[in-house]
C-alpha cells in the first residue's frame, strides 16, 4: 500500500540555523502531499500542500517541491526560530474518490535552541 | 472560535468499561475521522465517515466502534476499554478544497488512560 517516510526522527537545531526534514513516498497513484505541525498540547495543523511535479508548496516561511522523479517532498527553511519548535508530519492523500484519507509519516521532532 | 471541539479532553477509565469519546465541528464539512496518536506509530486512522449515517473502517478499527449521528458529531465508542487502547485520539474534518483536493482539521486531542 501507500507510505510515507520521514528519515529523521528527531531534528535538534540552533536559532537561525537552515533546516531540512526528509519526506519520501510510495504511492501506486498521483497522489497530493502535504506537511502537518503539531505544536505541544494541540491537534496537527494544515501547513500546506503540492498537488503536481515540481509544483512548490510554502507557508510561514516553509517550503517544498513535490518531486515525482525521486518521489519526495521535503521540508525546508533558511532560518528557524524557538516558536518553529514542534512535530512535522508528511502526509500523502488520494487525488480521487471521496475519502479524503491521508497517509502520515511517523513525524519529526524539532527542537530549536535559542 | 475552534472549529473541532473534543469531549473530554482528557479521561481515565478501567478495564472492561465503555469509553464514548465526542467530536463536534462546525465547518459543515461533510468528512469526518478519528485517529489515534502513539510514539513510534505516528497517526493512525481508526473510523472515518462520509456523512451523517455513515461509518467507514479506517487502518486500525479492531476495538472501536463510531457513530456520526449529525453532520456535526462524530463519537468513536470503545465498548471494552482495554489497556492498549491508552492513546491520544484526534477528530478531525475535512472536504474538498478550491482545488480539488482535501484537508483536515484537526480537534486538540483527548488524553485516554485505561487501567
Known amino acids: 500500500g501507500d507510505s510515507v517516510t520521514q528519515t529523521e526522527g528527531q531534528v535538534a537545531l540552533s536559532e537561525e540555523d537552515f533546516l531540512t526534514i526528509h519526506c519520501n513516498y510510495s504511492?501506486?497513484?498521483?497522489?497530493?502531499l502535504f506537511w502537518y505541525v503539531q505544536y505541544p498540547g494541540e491537534g496537527p495543523q494544515f501547513l500546506f500542500r503540492?498537488?503536481?511535479?515540481?509544483e512548490k508548496g510554502s507557508s510561514r516561511g516553509f517550503e517544498a517541491t513535490y518531486d515525482k522523479g525521486t518521489t519526495s517532498f521535503h521540508l525546508r527553511k533558511a532560518s528557524v526560530q524557538e516558536s518553529d519548535s514542534a512535530v512535522y508530519y508528511c502526509a500523502l492523500g488520494d487525488r480521487a474518490g471521496n475519502t479524503g484519507k491521508l497517509i502520515f509519516g511517523l513525524g519529526t521532532t524539532l527542537q530549536v535552541q535559542p | 472560535e475552534a472549529a473541532v471541539t473534543q469531549s473530554p479532553r482528557n479521561k481515565v477509565a478501567v478495564t472492561g468499561g465503555k469509553v464514548t469519546l465526542s467530536c463536534n465541528q462546525t465547518n459543515n464539512h461533510n468528512n469526518m475521522y478519528w485517529y489515534r496518536q502513539d510514539t513510534g506509530h505516528g497517526l493512525r486512522l481508526i473510523h472515518y465517515?462520509?456523512?451523517?449515517?455513515?461509518?467507514e473502517k479506517g487502518d486500525i478499527p479492531d476495538g472501536y466502534k463510531a457513530s456520526r449521528p449529525s453532520q456535526e458529531n462524530f463519537s468513536l465508542i470503545l465498548e471494552l476499554a482495554t489497556p492498549s487502547q491508552t492513546s491520544v485520539y484526534f477528530c478531525?474534518?475535512?472536504?474538498?478544497?478550491?482545488?480539488?483536493?482535501?484537508?483536515?482539521?484537526f480537534g486538540p486531542g483527548t488524553r485516554l488512560t485505561v487501567l
Open positions: 503540492a498537488s503536481r511535479d515540481k
Open positions: 478531525a474534518s475535512g472536504d474538498r478544497d478550491w482545488g480539488g483536493f482535501y484537508e483536515q482539521y
Open positions: 465517515s462520509y456523512g451523517a449515517g455513515s461509518t
Open positions: 504511492a501506486s497513484g498521483y497522489p497530493a
